[in-house]
């Protein structure tokens, strides 16, 4: 089984401003003469983190790392009661990207995904292929109506109905209705009350954290106690679900052709909760030349063993391709 390589330090990084008021957190680490690679992280909301950037080869890979709009290191922080959350769309996250292969000078790049960060990779992809290197996609999500209402609105409870319980306890019992549960959990979030939005953020982020891993991991679970952290991820996880995402039903999954001819590799839990695996099948099934693994006694995050064995092996892969 491979694993992570070893901990490295960025040689380079800055707040990019983005315009509208937002400022992007991009970090460099690895070779900067190597292969560029850019990771996008999950949630929407959830931030990079320094175990991201032990994904790839240093030696090999040129890797780049932000923080999408409104969190972890960028700024303003989707948590602040002040903030505008118009500005915050995948459209914006895509240009985003582009703005940043191009200021640091980047012709094309693989781009590695997971969860959201698949999502917003076939996004991206799709509009500037030729932009393009490889694609790495983890934990397949696409933002169609039936993947939000199976993990928000109640069937995911009938796989984990004790973690289901927190979640419906962040609501007050009046507004537990179904189909409703996102649009009603939104005006806690962004009540501009703590006492209000926190308990709720911290809510829907332990249902979410809770639920990444086959086995209980307390490590996920300590980190959605932070209200502040929790509040800028559910905020933005939030205001994207109630959108759509800003994409045409299927979007996707129908455009996934328009990728052909882009080494491809798909990843997916074989029981993950978060997002199932017949979403990554669809996305394979319109793209039938992408290599796909499922992964037996995996869920969603990318650090359990079987996963992380495929996706580095994957990286390793692609080093040295021109």
């Not at 205001?239 to 997916?268: E, K, M």
């Not at 978060?274 to 995996?298: K, N, R, S, Y």
């Amino acid at each position: 089984m491979r694993e992570l390589y070893p901990a490295i330090e960025p040689h380079a990084s800055g707040l990019m401003e983005v315009g509208d008021g937002h400022s992007v957190f991009w970090e460099e680490c690895g070779n900067p003469q190597g292969k560029p690679v850019v990771f996008l992280h999950g949630g929407p909301g959830g931030g990079a983190s320094a175990r991201h950037r032990r994904l790839f080869d240093p030696a090999k890979y040129r890797i780049l790392l932000l923080d999408q709009r409104g969190c972890g290191r960028s700024r303003p922080l989707a948590s602040d009661p002040v903030v505008d959350m118009s500005a915050n769309t995948t459209w914006h996250l895509v240009a985003d990207l582009e703005q940043l292969r191009t200021e640091r000078g980047i012709d094309k790049w693989q781009v590695f995904g997971g969860s959201w960060g698949s999502t917003l990779a076939l996004a991206y992809a799709q509009k500037h292929p030729e932009r393009v290197s490889e694609l790495v996609l983890r934990g397949i999500f696409t933002l169609r109506k039936s993947e939000i209402t199976w993990f928000y609105e109640g069937p995911a409870a009938s796989i984990a109905p004790d973690t289901w319980a927190g979640f419906l306890g962040g609501l007050p019992e009046a507004m537990r209705v179904p189909g409703q549960l996102v649009e009603n959990y939104a005006k806690l979030l962004f009540d501009e009350d703590p006492a209000v939005h926190q308990p709720a953020a911290v809510a829907w982020a332990t249902w979410e954290l809770g639920n990444l891993t086959v086995q209980p991991r307390p490590d996920l679970i300590a980190v959605a106690q932070d209200a502040v952290a929790s509040t800028a991820f559910a905020r933005i996880e939030n205001h994207y679900f109630r959108h759509d995402g800003w994409l045409t039903p299927g979007q996707l999954i129908a455009d996934a052709p328009r990728l052909a001819g882009i080494p491809t590799v798909i990843v997916q839990g074989r029981y993950d909760i978060c997002t199932p695996a017949v979403t990554a099948w669809d996305l394979h099934q319109a793209l039938p030349e992408a290599e796909f693994h499922i992964i037996e006694d995996a869920g969603h995050a990318f650090d359990e063993p079987g996963i992380l064995d495929v996706l580095v092996t994957t990286t390793d892969k692609f080093a040295d391709r021109s």
